[in-house]
């Protein structure tokens, strides 16, 4: 795996490396264009330089990554099969110990006796409610402003 991570860190390190050329020409093209013409030619290499520069902070993040995840020591071999113990060598299943033997689950104690439910009032009768009568504080003929306020 760490050849693997090597070979992706050092891709992704020049393709950042590229962006970032491209973010460098691109911007001191437009600065050029900037200077001698007056065209929309100007807005072009300003979006191409936000494109490489987008795209040049990613690849260097992601180049820091793949860097990161190399190991300081390369992977050790595997060990040959001839040095794992054989099968014989292994502790019998005769000698190791048995499980104890369980024990016989306790009787269920009897459920509580249920208690009649009580029995239920009927729900008392309820009075209308009482209507009640709004009557506005002002006079009908009253004259208001347009934020809202009663001109007197």
Known sequence: MSNRMSVLSRRLGRLAGGFSFATVAFFSIGLYAAANTKGQVVFLFAGLVLVCLFASFFLWLAHGFAWAMIPEKPAEALKPV???KPAEALKPSEVMKTA?????????????????????????AKRPAEEKVIVSEDPPDAEYTITGRRVH
């Open 100 to 124: 104890e033997p369980m024990k016989p689950a306790e009787p269920m104690k009897p459920a509580e006796e249920k208690k009649p439910a009580e029995t239920m009032r009927p729900a008392e």
């Open 82 to 84: 001839d040095a794992l």
